[in-house]
C-alpha cells in the first residue's frame, strides 16, 4: 500500500488553509507535518500569543519541526509556545545543558498503512557548539550532519527515514550528499518552492514554499526489491488567491 505525506513550512503566521488542509486528508488521509517557523515570533522576540496556532490545531498537524521562530533561548518561552500546540514539536540537533524536561522530542515513530515511519528535525544553529552562549543559556546547536548520520545509524534499515529540516535548501543538498540513507528531506527555512522533487545522492528533497501557499504532496510506493520511491508527487494550493 502507497503511504502519503503533506508537508508546510514557513507560514510565518499566514493563517486561512486549515479547513483545506482537512478537506484534503479527508479524501486523500496521510501523515501532515511541518518544517518550522509557523510563528510571527522569534528566538529572541515573544508574544503572548500567536493567531496561527488556531489553524495549525484544527488542520491536524502530526508532527512540527521546531524553525527559529519556533524556538527562543528563554526556555520557559519556548515551553510556552509549545504548550500551545496540539501536535509535538521535534528537534533532534538540540540539547538542554540543564538537563530540564523538554517542550519537544527528538524523534517520533508512526506506523501507517503498513509503513513503519521515523520522523527527525535539524534546527538551523543559533550559535557555535561550546560557545560561550552555551553557559548563558544552556542551549547547545549539534552539528545537523553528524546528528543525521547517529539517527540513520539507530535506525533499523526497513524504517522509512524522514528528514524534517529548517535547515535551507543548499543546506538540504549537503545533507542528502552526507547522508544518502535518508529516504526523504522535507525541508525549508529559506523559503524555496520545488514544483518536483529535487534528488541528490538519490535522496528526494521537497520544499513547498512560505506562507502557505502550497502543501507539498507526496505518495510512495516500494519497488519490487522493497524500497521506497516517490510514485506521484504534488504542490497542492491551499490558500484561493495562488
Known amino acids: 500500500m502507497n503511504l502519503r505525506i503533506y508537508h508546510t513550512s514557513d507560514l510565518h503566521d499566514h493563517g486561512g488553509f486549515a479547513s483545506r488542509l482537512q478537506a484534503l486528508r479527508e479524501q486523500k488521509p496521510g501523515l ?4 518550522g517557523d509557523s510563528l510571527r515570533g522569534s528566538q529572541t522576540v515573544y508574544y503572548r500569543t500567536e493567531p496561527i496556532a ?11 519541526a521546531l524553525g527559529n521562530r519556533e524556538f527562543h533561548y ?7 509556545r509549545a504548550r500551545r500546540m496540539r ?3 521535534v528537534c533532534t540537533n538540540l540539547v538542554d ?19 513503519a515511519v521515523r520522523v527527525f528535525a535539524l534546527l538551523v544553529p543559533q550559535y557555535a557548539e561550546k560557545s560561550l552562549w552555551e553557559r548563558a543559556l544552556g542551549w547547545r546547536f549539534r552539528d545537523p550532519l553528524k546528528t543525521a548520520r547517529e539517527m540513520t545509524d539507530a535506525t533499523p534499515g526497513d524504517t522509512l527515514l524522514i528528514a524534517l529540516s ?22 525549508g527555512h529559506s523559503h524555496d518552492t520545488l514544483s518536483e522533487p529535487e ?15 502550497y502543501v507539498s504532496r507526496t505518495e510512495l510506493r516500494r519497488d519490487a526489491a522493497g524500497r521506497p520511491q516517490i510514485a506521484r508527487f504534488n504542490l497542492v494550493p491551499l490558500l484561493a488567491e495562488t
Do not use: C, M, T
Request: charge should be positive; aromatic fraction near 8%; hydrophobic fraction near 50%.
Open 32 to 35: 501532515l507535518f511541518d518544517s
Open 54 to 64: 488556531s489553524d495549525l490545531n484544527r488542520a491536524g498537524y502530526d508532527a512540527q
Open 97 to 115: 545543558l540543564r538537563k530540564r524536561p523538554l517542550p519537544f522530542v527528538p524523534q517520533l515513530d508512526f506506523l501507517r498503512d503498513g509503513w
Open 74 to 80: 528563554v526556555f520557559r518561552l519556548l515551553a510556552a
Open 199 to 213: 534528488l541528490v545522492a538519490g535522496v528526494p528533497i521537497v520544499h513547498a514554499g512560505p506562507y502557505g501557499r
Open 166 to 187: 529548517h535547515l535551507g535548501l543548499a543546506a538540504d543538498r549537503e545533507l542528502a550528499r552526507a547522508v544518502p540513507r535518508l529516504n526523504l528531506i522535507l525541508g
Open 87 to 89: 501536535h509535538p514539536l
